[in-house]
């Protein structure tokens, strides 16, 4: 199974983005799907996350600016960013909660699987 992250750019301070991130693989379903960000010497922190039944919780920094969706179909997350600051430029990873059969589905036994983060950056 593989997250494949895609999306990220340079954007000017106030401009959108929206990043991409596609699973593939051998999967049966998929759980929780989330983004997080990581700047260099800090540690990794949640942007938003979506469950399997389509519940979201973002961080505080982001409110009202971001909105993360999926499409269960494609299995695909999105983050859709507006209003961008120069504070969001950091190294965005995808993650998926991943049930690989249907014995582990059953058991809700999932498996954490992350991208291979994707960079955006945002100028003043």
């Known amino acids: 199974v593989q997250l494949q992250a895609s999306g990220g750019g340079l954007v000017q301070a106030g401009g959108s983005l929206r990043l991409s991130c596609a699973a593939s693989?051998?999967?049966?379903?998929?759980?929780?799907m989330g983004w997080y960000r990581q700047i260099p010497g800090k540690e990794r922190e949640l942007v938003a996350h979506?469950?399997?039944?389509?519940?979201?919780n973002y961080a505080d920094s982001v409110k009202g600016r971001v909105t993360i969706s999926r499409d269960n179909a494609k299995n695909t997350v999105y983050l859709q960013m507006n209003s961008l600051k120069t504070e969001d430029t950091a190294v965005y990873f995808c993650?998926?909660?991943?049930?690989?059969?249907?014995?582990?589905?059953?058991?809700?036994?999932?498996?954490?699987?992350w991208g291979q983060g994707t960079q955006v950056t945002v100028s003043s």
């Open positions: 693989g051998n999967l049966f379903s998929i759980g929780g």
């Open positions: 979506i469950t399997g039944g389509g519940e979201t």
């Open positions: 993650n998926a909660g991943i049930y690989t059969t249907r014995g582990n589905w059953a058991r809700r036994y999932a498996f954490d699987y």
